[in-house]
């Protein structure tokens, strides 16, 4: 069952209980899709006959549109959208590839992506007295889309998806092929056999045509050329592409002298404790059965000690990165809080009402510490292949990634809850959003 719930997590945004952090389950994970798409299914049934019970026609199927891209998450949409722009915009190779990388949306995407979402819409409000067929459109995409991953190479054997097509085999698929074939005959008999197979066909055809006319121009645009494993393209087929999930934990360096008396610890470079390197190697043997990718650490002692004792037992040495530093007090450090009251406290009440543009004295301010963290982050997620990077950081640096990246408000810094040292909280990127485990 721990595969099965990977494969409802990523295609859907259905709850499911807390996932596994094997690589096997999440490998595993693609022959459930067709299993998840039948669910789907099922599910934008039922929501059809509520509409349909409640509402007029056209605002009903209106309803069961907005329902399909909220339970999906519109993962095929982006894609969608890239290659419209990519393609539709008449340039020479490398242009069409920087385009199709530009995480912004262009006025091809928009158009392709209301297209879209206007056929969809007409299709299921003609279709609204037989709501058996959106079990047809979702397990067969599904199922479509394990053909994808079987048949069509990858960029690199690191990618993510090169270990799901390791969770495959013929057997596997002709499983899928019956379970969504049985459905399919079961609820709309011939007929919804017929237009099955000739959409898989039709889809079929229309990746080798491409992928062929790429080979010939030596474009390799959408299946080999591609900078994350031909992502943009396989979401054409259905939800899903190969830039889909990059694993990040972050951990927060063990214990220091200062942290324990309470001390503001910024840019000075202090040592772990004693009790620090235990709890270092605690958390090290915590993510013993992860299988990492990158290690990147702070460049400040304490976390880089944090960082080593992880990377020992992954034959991985760690990358010291300033950008993740903790802020710079100043002044303050290596200064408990009550010291720093006795001696300037209109000055700790300013900076706590507003750190963002107000700094401790000869200290940076919380935007400064943001738009270091932030550049590094966002130059990470352009060019990461690794499904999992290890960032050991300190306090700092993680409330900034809860509040700004993970809750969407970075006035919420200080009301996020914090890590504790040697901690660590896990978060998946999909190329959209964050999602935290």
């Not at 450090?333 to 507003?354: A, C, F, G, I, S």
Request: net charge negative.
């Amino acid at each position: 069952m721990k595969a099965f719930f990977h494969a409802v997590a990523f295609l859907t945004r259905l709850p499911v209980p807390r996932l596994s952090t094997e690589t096997r389950d999440w490998t595993n994970s693609v022959a459930y899709y067709p299993v998840v798409g039948v669910i789907l299914g099922f599910i934008l049934w039922g929501i059809t006959w509520l509409a349909s019970a409640l509402f007029p026609p056209v605002v009903a199927s209106i309803l069961v549109l907005g329902s399909w891209v909220y339970l999906t998450g519109g993962l095929h949409l982006d894609g969608w959208m890239d290659v419209a722009d990519g393609l539709g915009s008449n340039r020479d190779r490398e242009r069409m590839l920087a385009i199709m990388k530009d995480s912004r949306v262009g006025a091809m995407g928009v158009i392709a992506c209301v297209l879209l979402l206007l056929f969809k819409g007409a299709a299921i409000l003609e279709l609204s007295h037989s709501a058996a067929w959106l079990v047809v459109a979702t397990a067969g995409a599904r199922f479509a889309l394990t053909g994808v991953i079987w048949f069509f190479p990858y960029l690199s054997e690191r990618g993510l998806g090169s270990g799901l097509r390791d969770g495959l085999s013929p057997w596997k698929l002709i499983a899928g092929g019956i379970v969504t074939l049985g459905v399919i005959a079961w609820l709309v008999g011939g007929g919804g056999l017929l237009a099955f197979g000739a959409a898989l066909l039709g889809a079929w055809l229309l990746a080798r045509s491409f992928g062929e006319q790429a080979w010939r121009d030596d474009r390799r645009l959408l299946w080999h050329d591609r900078g994350r494993d031909r992502s943009d393209a396989a979401r054409i087929f259905v939800d899903c592409g190969e830039d889909w999930l990059m694993r990040w934990i972050w951990v927060r360096h063990a214990e220091t002298e200062a942290n324990l008396a309470g001390r503001y610890v910024g840019h000075t470079d202090v040592p772990l404790s004693e009790k620090g390197r235990e709890q270092a190697a605690h958390t090290a043997k915590r993510l013993a059965l992860e299988s990492i990718g990158q290690l990147y650490a702070s460049d400040l002692t304490r976390a880089m000690e944090t960082a080593r004792a992880i990377g020992d037992i992954h034959g991985l040495v760690p990358e010291p990165v300033p950008s993740l530093r903790e802020l710079d007090f100043g002044d303050w450090d290596l200064h408990t809080y009550n010291e720093v009251m006795q001696k300037d406290p209109k000055q700790l009440y300013r900076w706590y009402d507003d750190p963002f543009t107000l700094s401790p004295p000869a200290g940076e301010t919380l935007r400064s510490l943001g738009e270091r963290f932030d550049a590094w982050l966002l130059g990470q997620l352009e060019c990461q292949e690794q499904k999992t990077i290890v960032c050991v950081t300190h306090g700092g640096p993680l409330r900034w990634f809860l509040s700004k990246w993970l809750a969407g408000d970075e006035s919420s810094y200080w009301t996020v809850p914090g890590i504790s040292c040697s901690d660590f909280v896990i978060a998946n990127w999909d190329g959209r959003e964050w999602r935290r485990e």
